[in-house]
């Protein structure tokens, strides 16, 4: 009964085992863990967290980073109907929108346009001579995780 048992545990051993050769590890592909979407331009170019908080009552602040992973200063993009916005990022460094520091003087990305919590404000991110759609979700300035980051009398009514 013991080689029985020892038979079984050993395929059921084998089942587990083998699943990790056609499956690849979700956690070894690069990903977003946050509410903002992330775009990786073939130029070493990465736009991360990108999103806008807004009430939906016309207003809108832009949040994310640039990361910048090439030898080379670029000049990132993020341009669309309701944005056209330019950044310069140094190689092989990072610039942060929508910091504490942007809230507190003032200048933080402010766009205007029908901006629906749980839509999309379609753009086009580019840097270092590539460009990619992006889709950047406007999050609701209204969920406590969010409103604090905007700066305007949220209407959540």
């Known amino acids: 009964m013991n080689l029985l048992r020892s038979i079984a545990a050993g395929g ?6 083998s699943c990790n050769l056609t499956t690849e590890a979700i956690t070894q592909m690069p990903y977003a863990p946050s509410d903002g979407i992330r775009v990786h331009l073939e130029s070493d170019v990465i736009f991360e967290n990108l999103m806008v ?3 939906g009552s016309g207003s809108g602040v832009l949040y994310g980073s640039i990361s910048n992973r090439s030898a080379e200063d670029v000049e990132a993009v993020i341009s669309s109907d309701d944005i056209d ?3 310069s990022v140094d190689a092989r460094d990072s610039i ?5 520091q ?3 003087d003032g200048s933080l990305i402010t766009l ?13 991110v580019s840097g270092g001579g590539a460009q990619s ?3 950047i979700p406007v999050i609701s300035a209204c969920s406590t995780d969010y409103v604090d980051a905007f700066p305007f009398e949220a209407d959540c009514d």
């Open 85 to 87: 916005e330019t950044f």
């Open 53 to 55: 908080v807004s009430d």
């Open 112 to 124: 205007e346009g029908d901006f629906a919590p749980g839509s999309n404000l379609r753009a086009t």
């Open 133 to 135: 759609p992006a889709a």
């Open 102 to 104: 942007d809230i507190e």
């Open 12 to 17: 059921a051993l084998f089942m587990l085992a």
């Open 96 to 100: 942060n929108l929508g910091t504490m």
